[in-house]
């Protein structure tokens, strides 16, 4: 249902995951923990690490992607598409150009997200 990334997140991270709403929170911890590292490997100038982590938040944002319910979701799901596909901009920019504040910038509105999404599920920790 979800699809083979949200199931190997759940995997990797060993726990249970009680519903649909803990699953999307764990995607943007996911994007943000990348993101993190991408950064480091920037930093460092490990060109391998950057592609490889810089990947990874594209998967996941992917991800998000393709779990938006249109049916449901109206005009939020539209918006939060477009958002989603713009951050993969960002990444791809910011693997290409080595850019920092391209990858601040999409850890900044992951960062919001992550929030919101808490607030409106109440389902953090």
């Known amino acids: 249902m979800y699809g083979n990334l949200a199931h190997n997140i759940y995997a990797q991270n060993n726990i249970g995951v009680e519903s649909p709403a803990k699953l999307v929170e764990m995607l943007y911890e996911g994007v943000l923990r990348f993101n993190a590292q991408a950064k480091k ?3 460092d ?3 391998e690490k950057r592609v490889y982590w810089i ?4 998967a996941v944002i992917t991800e998000l992607v393709s779990i938006l319910d249109h049916s449901h979701g109206g005009d939020v799901s539209k918006y939060l ?3 989603y596909n713009y951050e993969i901009q960002l990444l ?3 693997g290409i ?3 920092m ?3 601040d910038e999409v850890s900044n509105v992951f960062k919001g997200l992550l929030e919101a999404w808490r607030e ?3 389902v953090a920790q």
């Open 41 to 43: 490997a920037v930093k």
């Open 45 to 47: 100038r490990d060109v």
């Open 55 to 58: 990947n990874r938040s594209v």
């Open 81 to 83: 598409e477009g958002l």
């Open 92 to 94: 791809t920019s910011a």
């Open 97 to 99: 150009h080595n850019n």
């Open 101 to 103: 504040d391209e990858l």
């Open 120 to 122: 409106t599920t109440d």
